[in-house]
């Protein structure tokens, strides 16, 4: 009887007894690095869809340790954040504690799969040996000017009370709490990720085995774009505005000026806007708005006329309305937009809401396309543009930005969409920046010497809500001495955000015990770049991002050797409930692994989720599939029932291929089709065994299944293994080959056609001949009708597949 519960508790405990999957760094084998984007411990712990990529990269690894690889792979927690501070603040504990109960939580979910993590490289980012080269790779960014405070207005979040990232929202929403974010001015920590936009942006050519959707993401979250800058003069003042426009081609359908509420501009301007408390009332309304919602193409577009105000178009000279509205923003480009409404669907919709002027300039082969009626976006020639008239759009963009350049009132320009990366947040619960502000020096970064600059130790504390950390309010710690100077000097009190910890982890996991430096070089030539990196698509515009970033970064100081960190990667689709909805305890749709465990096995939830469907697909749950792959399971174990053997060439034939198919379903994810051509096979031999109660092959070709199996099953192949008389671990053996000679069929199933349409299939031999088998096929009653009374005009013939017999 296969007592799956007895199985797995003795296998669990004799592979962790083995050190079974401690990791050498042995150089002369090669090595393969798999890798999971490691969890955040939440306090409700796994369900089962958090499972289905950590089944799939321990199949991949237990295959390539099989294979002869010195094989890397690792587990950790990314522990820092918003959750556990809003846990322990809700509660009155110190998140150090609520985050070490999660962690224990989810180490025993996990280790009850039966994963082949090496959990002697775990790495948690909230241990202060850890985040000490955080703190150290931030200092380092400092000294080359990559960090710098800024005041700028932020995202922030009235609930959560701290400010937030782009990337941290969901439709304008804090993507923690749900709350809709507002604009408020705080000091705060930025990293200058922009300067690195380009590099992020060319070397994902460098990432062929990146899925393309998730390139594509991160192409359109930096958002490269190429324009101009041209200025134009604000009319009976001394003051400008430039503008950044991808299509300076269409100037001379400039019918009025957009600056961004924020834009400084505006302030400047207030003596001479005649209706000023309209425009500071209007400017107060979007404080509430982020920006994702404000540039939505869905929501539709504000603003309001600033009265008294003109700007003059320096190709035209003539002046134009200028107007403050939501679709423009302070943090792209320059915070200014010249509208075209013409050639522009965001200033068509704005126009036409306002009644402005719509002056078309590009033309399709002589033709003004949708005048009035809808912008014309695409390039064209140009008409009503003085000398520029006639020249089509791409050569009148250089020649205009040669203009603007000439007369010194613009030039060439490249911005991005992405943002420089706020990189401060008003908690505690965070890593602590590790410089100090001194009135007679400045701000000082601490020396290597004092890292890791620790949290101190409290029991329980609350957000200001004031725009400062709790640590604000510490003053032990917050008081403290200049390392510059010795004078009295207060400690830098934002912490990190969470991002900061799971940007490096990685590396750390290669040298996880390293006191004296990151990581050391040797081993990280050895081990990186990551070779398989797999996790969600909801990552592609933060931790991708991010992580890229900071690698670039550590490959320019010379701590890494190499300039991307992931090799390949892919994304895994969502496990849904049995409703279709995501799994949450609000819709009480969660299924917990433990019970299916418990219920069925961890092999069968293993075998169960690959079978599912395709890896990157979304699926929901049907808890009916865990008893199913229970099933099978069952029937492998019935087998080992038998001690007779014999041999069937078709079924061994069969065996080969299957191994053949395993293998490479495994090298490319196609999990589920693998799972399937083992169950084919096996019933197959368990058919066989019932009309002979015998194995259709040796007991050496039983294990060879066996082996193919273990990745899928690991507990279940183990007890199979030792009970056939094998010493050493399954995992310990050689992945199994398949003969050539034996995959080959000695005869197939030929499809006879009339005129493309099916009439017959014939079992004929392999390497039948196009004589052979029309010979074949010409005496089958079924393809004789309809070739009675009809002149063949020709045969096709497609060896090993078909023969299509053309008639008149």
């Known amino acids: 009887m296969y007592n799956h519960s007895e199985i797995e508790k003795k296998w669990q405990s004799r592979w962790q007894k083995d050190n079974l999957y401690l990791t050498g760094n042995d150089a002369s084998k090669p090595k393969y690095y798999i890798l999971d984007m490691f969890p955040y411990p939440s306090g409700a712990g796994l369900h089962v869809g958090h499972p289905k990529g950590y089944i799939a990269t321990d199949i991949f690894a237990r295959m390539r340790r099989m294979q002869g690889y010195n094989v890397l792979h690792p ?69 080359k000017g990559l960090a710098f405070e800024s005041n700028e207005p932020i995202n922030w979040c009235p609930s959560c009370k701290t400010g937030l990232a782009n990337e941290d929202l969901e439709d304008g929403k804090c993507e923690r709490c749900g709350s809709e974010v507002e604009q408020k001015p705080i000091r705060q920590w930025v990293l200058k990720i922009t300067d690195y936009a380009e590099r992020l942006l060319n070397d994902l050519e460098k990432l ?113 309305e200028v107007f403050i509205a939501d679709y423009v923003l302070n943090s792209y480009g320059t915070g200014a937009v010249m509208a075209v409404p013409a050639h522009d669907e965001r200033d068509y919709e704005f126009a036409k809401k306002y009644g402005l002027r719509i002056k078309s300039v590009i033309s399709m082969d002589g033709e003004i396309p949708f005048e009035g009626k809808a912008a014309f976006t695409d390039d064209g020639t140009l008409f009503h543009s003085a000398e520029f008239s006639g020249l089509k759009s791409a050569e009148a963009r250089k020649k205009m930005i040669s203009w603007l350049e000439n007369n010194k009132l613009g030039a060439g320009k490249i911005n991005y969409r992405i943002k420089d990366w706020v990189f401060s947040r008003q908690r505690y619960w965070g890593e602590p ?49 200049c390392p510059k ?30 006191s004296e430096a990151l990581i050391d070089k040797k081993l990280e030539k050895y081990w990186s770049p990551v070779d398989f990196y797999v996790g969600g698509a909801e990552h592609a515009t933060r931790h991708l991002i991010y992580a890229r970033f900071w690698h670039k970064f550590l490959f320019d100081i010379g701590a890494v050797a190499y300039e991307e960190p992931f090799t390949k990667l892919k994304h895994v689709g969502l496990i849904m409930g049995e409703d279709g909805r995501k799994m949450s305890k609000r819709w009480g749709n969660v299924v917990n692994p433990d019970d299916m465990v418990k219920k069925s096995g961890a092999d069968a939830l293993r075998v169960y989720e690959m079978f599912m469907g395709p890896f990157e697909q979304a699926c929901n749950w049907n808890t009916n599939g865990v008893v199913g792959a229970r099933k099978f399971l069952e029937k492998v174990f019935s087998l080992t029932e038998v001690n007779n053997y014999q ?70 192949s183990e007890e199979i293994w030792e009970k056939s008389g094998q ?14 000679s034996k995959i080959k069929d000695e005869t197939f199933n030929l499809i006879i056609q009339v005129n493309g349409k099916m009439r017959a299939s014939l079992e004929v031999a392999a390497g039948i001949s196009e004589v052979e088998a029309f010979a074949s096929a010409s005496v089958q009653e079924n393809v004789q009708k309809w070739l009675a009374d009809k002149e063949i005009i020709k045969k096709i013939f497609v060896p090993g597949k078909l023969l299509n017999i053309v008639v008149k």
Request: aromatic share 12%.
């Open 75 to 143: 587990m950790g927690f990314d522990a820092f954040g918003l959750p556990a501070e809003n846990y322990a603040i809700k509660n009155k504990v110190n998140p150090k504690i609520s985050v070490a109960e999660s962690v224990a939580r989810f180490k025993g979910q996990l280790e009850i799969l039966g994963f082949s993590y090496d959990w002697e490289r775990e790495v948690n980012t909230t241990d202060p040996d850890y985040y000490k080269w955080t703190q150290w790779t931030f200092l380092k960014m400092w000294e």
């Open 208 to 320: 062929p085995d990146w899925e393309e959707s998730i390139k594509e993401m991160q192409r359109n979250w930096i958002g490269k774009s190429e324009g101009a800058e041209a200025i134009f003069k604000i009319a009976g003042t001394e003051e400008t505005v430039t503008v950044f426009t991808t299509r300076i081609d269409t100037i001379y359908g400039c019918t009025y000026l957009v600056l961004a509420p924020e834009n400084q501009l505006v302030q400047k301007l207030k003596t001479k806007i005649t209706n000023w408390e309209e425009a500071a009332e209007y400017i107060e309304s979007l404080d509430k708005i982020s920006e994702i919602e404000r540039t939505s193409a869905s929501k539709e577009k504000t603003g309001v006329k600033l009265k008294g105000i003109k700007a003059v178009n320096p190709f035209t000279g003539e002046e134009v």
């Open 433 to 481: 920046i590790p410089l100090v502000h001194c009135d007679k020096c400045g701000v000082v970064g601490l020396p290597e010497s004092e890292l890791p600059l620790r949290l101190p130790e409290v029991e329980s504390y609350e957000p200001t809500g004031t725009g400062e950390s709790p640590l604000a309010a510490i003053s032990d710690w917050v008081n403290t001495k």
């Open 485 to 514: 100077c010795g004078g009295v000097a207060k400690r830098e009190t934002n912490t990190m955000p969470q991002w900061a910890g799971s940007c490096w982890y990685y590396l750390r996991y290669i040298d996880p015990k390293n």
């Open 647 to 716: 041999e069937d060439a078709k079924i061994i034939s069969l065996l080969h291929k299957t191994i053949k198919k395993v293998a490479e379903d495994i090298e490319s994810f196609r999990l589920n089709t693998a799972v399937s051509a083992m169950m084919i096979l096996v019933n197959e031999i368990s058919d066989y065994k019932v009309r002979n109660n015998a194995l259709p092959f040796s007991r050496a070709d039983f294990l060879k299944f066996i082996q193919i199996l273990a990745p899928f099953a690991p507990h279940l």
């Open 727 to 740: 010493k050493n671990s399954i995992f310990i053996s050689l992945w199994p080959q398949f003969e050539e």
